[in-house]
Nanobody, 124 residues
Framework: QVQLVESGGGLVQAGGSLRLSCAVSGRTAGTYKVGWFRQPPGKEREFVAN????????YYADSVRGRFTISRDNAKTTVYLQMNSLKPEDTAVYYC?????????????????WGQGTQVTVSS
């Protein structure tokens, strides 16, 4: 089992920044990638970004590329999502998740373990 706990959400004005953290613990040896997803009110959960566990290569959704940065610490215990130039449409519950299967890992159904989520609200 892998446990994930998100933190860092909150209320921010448009144009502001937030940094989300995802603490990863448990049996992480088989982890291929860690991803961030978000679920806006009344909408489906959507891909935001992911990072490969063995080397920090990253991939982003078009909607956040250039504004958000995913990273992890060298100890491989925490994954971060730095969010800059936030927009009201970034308002959502943000989730981190682990996938063990090799692939692009942009579909929520690819992922094996999920955190409980953290709320991000961007006011206009």
């Amino acid at each position: 089992q892998v446990q994930l706990v998100e933190s860092g959400g909150g209320l921010v004005q448009a144009g502001g920044s937030l940094r989300l953290s995802c603490a990863v613990s448990g049996r992480t040896a088989g982890t291929y990638k860690v991803g961030w997803f978000r679920q806006p009110p009344g909408k489906e959960r959507e891909f935001v970004a992911n990072i490969r566990w063995s080397d920090p290569s990253t991939y982003y959704a078009d909607s956040v590329r250039g504004r958000f940065t995913i990273s992890r610490d060298n100890a491989k215990t925490t994954v971060y999502l730095q969010m800059n130039s936030l927009k009201p449409e970034d308002t959502a519950v943000y989730y981190c998740a682990v996938v063990r299967t090799v692939g692009w890992a942009v579909n929520k159904d690819d992922y094996d373990y999920w955190g409980q989520g953290t709320q991000v609200t961007v006011s206009s």
